[in-house]
T-cell receptor, first 111, second 113 residues
């Protein structure tokens, strides 16, 4: 039982490049989330998916898109990366009663 | 705007002491409350959750909730150097079928040997 997995672990992009961050969970959870964490800003919600086939914007959605491919997988796409998107990105899935479990994170640097 | 406030610290305690971490929240409709521990360079790890007023104990950890005062705390007894980490308070509230957490910015705890 791997829990929540994320790929890649590290990535460096040039401004304007695109990439997709992958997330998968094997806990049969319905809800999945993407956060970014920046120094002094805490964890901020980018997008979430309450169930397969649905996605909703969080606090900081601009510059991102998501796809809930199936119940296990939830991907985050940066269409045209900007230096302001340099951050650590965490995916999480949620058991009942709001208990969220996090993946190991992706450290993204945009130059 | 739902807010969760924590003292950023750092909070420094000697080994064996009690560490007390505090959190306040703005939304009276909040239903669930969580404490996550995050070591440097790692992902947040859920260590405690509480849903009802009062205390909840799990080993060396005690979570306390006071909904009237909109206040939740985490006590760590017999603090160990391995407890040194950032502690994140998170508050949950449902919006229809959507369940989201709002996180505080975290308190850095240092336990000195």
């Amino acid at each position: 039982n791997a829990g929540v997995t994320q790929t890649p672990k590290f990535q460096v992009l040039k401004t304007g490049q695109s990439m997709t961050l992958q997330c998968a969970q094997d806990m049969n959870h319905n809800s999945m989330y993407w956060y970014r964490q920046d120094p002094g800003m805490g964890l901020r919600l980018i997008y979430y998916s309450a169930s397969e086939g649905t996605t909703d914007k969080g606090e900081v959605p601009n510059g991102y898109n998501v796809s809930r491919l199936n119940k296990r997988e939830f991907s985050l796409r940066l269409e045209s990366a900007a230096p302001s998107q340099t951050s650590v990105y965490f995916c999480a899935s949620m058991r009942e009663y709001y208990e969220q479990y996090f993946g190991p994170g992706t450290r993204l640097t945009v130059t | 705007q739902k807010e969760v406030e924590q003292n950023s610290g750092p909070l420094s305690v000697p080994e064996g002491a009690i560490a007390s971490l505090n959190c306040t929240y703005s939304d009276r409709g909040s239903q669930s409350f969580f404490w996550y521990r995050q070591y440097s360079g790692k992902s947040p790890e859920l260590i405690m959750f509480i849903y009802s007023n009062g205390d909840k104990e799990d080993g060396r950890f005690t979570a306390q909730l006071n909904k009237a005062s909109q206040y939740v705390s985490l006590l760590i007894r017999d603090s160990q150097p391995s407890d040194s980490a950032t502690y994140l308070c998170a508050v949950g509230m449902s919006g229809g079928s959507n369940y989201k957490l709002t996180f505080g910015k975290g308190t850095l705890l240092t336990v000195n040997p």
